[in-house]
């Protein structure tokens, strides 16, 4: 294994400077990627130093170092987990036989998508969150934002490097459209309609964290088991990082969650909106508009898409190789629920065409943990309320709901009762702008906003009013 040389331009694990002609177009791509960071990266702390986690490996223990960055300077670099000896594909057509070194001629031009699809949600998190710095509630989550953002910019490398690496000339004009797309943008959005929503607010931070980027843990986890073995290694590795946008998303709800019940119990109202905190049923409403858009990212029940990537082995199951069964899936049958006329039911289909149902369910029941956490919470200080995930079908725009009305609790209504009740089941603008009245940033180390309890710790051992962000330039 190629350890990773800290001085060159682009760290890596990929011995880089021994294919000079990727690593010439990689240095081409750099500056254009430092010009989209600066154009659209966090606005207003480029030239603050932050307390930063960098990958310097991929060893288990010390794969990345902590230190004082200023953003613009972090080592975004290329990081493959360690080869496995002999892996093989673990499912599909070519069960059994050695992982693809290199891009099969016949799935390029799939492989290509699926890479694409990934790497743009990359950049589009970035963009849709580049002015909360302004407005946070304190400097440990501002470190955790920027923490998140250099990170989601280091997935873009990775899924960059293998465009380049491994797709020749339609791979760099995709490396280049990456940069060229945005966020929200009428003429040239983001991929996927999740990443084109806004994040006005830290308590829409948090939500995103919590559901989107967990959307973003499963498909990274599916193509970890893919039969390329440098996409499987590149998402084995990413998956490292992302266990620590997952923490900054749950930790962050639960903080919410937390002080609601604080000010709850301490005023013996549930009406806090008007002690500085947020009210639990405004908490559910954004719950079910993050969830609802989240689910939306996993495509249709029933997908042919899904079943051809399967058996050609590009895009495994969860923890495929886990599972007890033959990876073949030719005659196994799945439960897919779905719309039936009007009513809502579940069938048995060919399972090879419900693998997006099926990491949809693996999803689910990940964001269900985390529900039962803050509820736990809410039990702790005396409270009886609880927190849901909608129905699936609830604010569904992709498959089989995409067309009809759902209830939060799994009824078909009509559209009457819809307008009537949407209210009170999704985020309202006077929530929105509720939410933004509480959005005056803290700054000073050890202080919180008052509508978010402290976490328990601080980042890598030190105190909770460390200085993680440095705001006052300190002139030397
Ligand atoms: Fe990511
Ligand atoms: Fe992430």
């Given at each position: 294994?190629?350890?990773?040389?800290?001085?060159?331009?682009?760290?890596?694990?990929?011995?880089?400077?021994?294919?000079?002609?990727?690593?010439?177009?990689?240095?081409?791509?750099?500056?254009?990627?430092?010009?989209?960071?600066?154009?659209?990266?966090?606005?207003?702390?480029?030239?603050?130093?932050?307390?930063?986690?960098?990958?310097?490996?991929?060893?288990?223990?010390?794969?990345?170092?902590?230190?004082?960055?200023?953003?613009?300077?972090?080592?975004?670099?290329?990081?493959?987990?360690?080869?496995?000896?002999?892996?093989?594909?673990?499912?599909?057509?070519?069960?059994?036989?050695?992982?693809?070194?290199?891009?099969?001629?016949?799935?390029?031009?799939?492989?290509?998508?699926?890479?694409?699809?990934?790497?743009?949600?990359?950049?589009?998190?970035?963009?849709?969150?580049?002015?909360?710095?302004?407005?946070?509630?304190?400097?440990?989550?501002?470190?955790?934002?920027?923490?998140?953002?250099?990170?989601?910019?280091?997935?873009?490398?990775?899924?960059?490097?293998?465009?380049?690496?491994?797709?020749?000339?339609?791979?760099?004009?995709?490396?280049?459209?990456?940069?060229?797309?945005?966020?929200?943008?009428h003429d040239k959005p983001r991929i996927l309609g999740a990443f084109n929503e806004r994040t006005p607010d830290w308590l829409s931070f948090f939500m995103f964290c919590f559901f989107t980027d967990r959307d973003g843990k499963y498909q990274l986890a599916s193509l970890q088991e893919s039969g390329l073995d440098p996409l499987s290694r590149t998402c084995r590795f990413m998956l490292t990082e992302e266990a620590h946008h997952m923490f900054v998303g749950e930790m962050g709800v639960g903080r919410i969650v937390q002080k609601s019940c604080e000010l709850m119990r301490q005023h013996r109202s549930d009406d806090v909106r008007c002690y500085g905190g947020i009210d639990l049923p405004t908490m559910q409403r954004y719950i079910n508009f993050h969830y609802s858009v989240s689910l939306d990212l996993f495509g249709s029940e029933v997908s042919t898409n899904a079943a051809n990537a399967f058996t050609m082995g590009l895009k495994g199951r969860f923890e495929e190789t886990k599972k007890d069964d033959d990876h073949r899936l030719a005659d196994a049958t799945y439960p897919v629920t779905c719309l039936e006329g009007d009513r809502i039911a579940t069938r048995d289909v060919p399972a090879l065409t419900a693998l997006n149902e099926r990491l949809r369910d693996d999803y689910i029941a990940d964001c269900q943990r985390g529900i039962d956490r803050w509820n736990r919470t809410i039990k702790e200080h005396g409270i009886d309320v609880e927190l849901r995930l909608p129905h699936r079908g609830f604010h569904r725009a992709i498959g089989s709901f995409g067309e009809a009305r759902i209830s939060p609790d799994g009824r078909v209504i009509t559209e009457a009762e819809w307008d009537a009740r949407r209210r009170e089941w999704l985020p309202t603008p006077e929530d929105a702008q509720f939410v933004a009245t509480l959005m005056r940033p803290a700054v000073e180390p050890g202080r919180f906003a008052g509508w978010i309890a402290p976490p328990a710790r601080g980042i890598n051992g030190l105190p909770l009013d460390h200085e993680y962000v440095r705001l006052t330039r300190k002139e030397g």
């Open positions: 294994m190629a350890g990773v040389d800290y001085l060159e331009r682009i760290p890596n694990n990929v011995n880089l400077r021994d294919d000079r002609r990727l690593l010439r177009a990689l240095e081409e791509w750099q500056p254009r990627f430092l010009d989209w960071w600066k154009e659209m990266g966090p606005e207003g702390f480029q030239a603050n130093e932050v307390y930063l986690r960098t990958a310097i490996s991929v060893d288990r223990d010390g794969w990345a170092q902590f230190g004082y960055v200023k953003m613009p300077d972090y080592r975004w670099g290329i990081f493959l987990a360690e080869p496995e000896a002999d892996r093989r594909i673990a499912f599909g057509d070519h069960l059994g036989k050695p992982a693809w070194p290199e891009v099969p001629g016949e799935y390029r031009g799939v492989l290509r998508r699926l890479i694409v699809t990934q790497g743009d949600t990359e950049p589009a998190s970035v963009e849709q969150q580049r002015h909360l710095g302004r407005t946070c509630p304190s400097l440990y989550d501002l470190r955790n934002l920027f923490q998140v953002n250099v990170e989601e910019g280091r997935h873009l490398w990775a899924m960059v490097y293998l465009l380049h690496a491994y797709f020749g000339r339609d791979g760099r004009e995709e490396a280049e459209a990456l940069l060229q797309r945005r966020s929200g943008d």
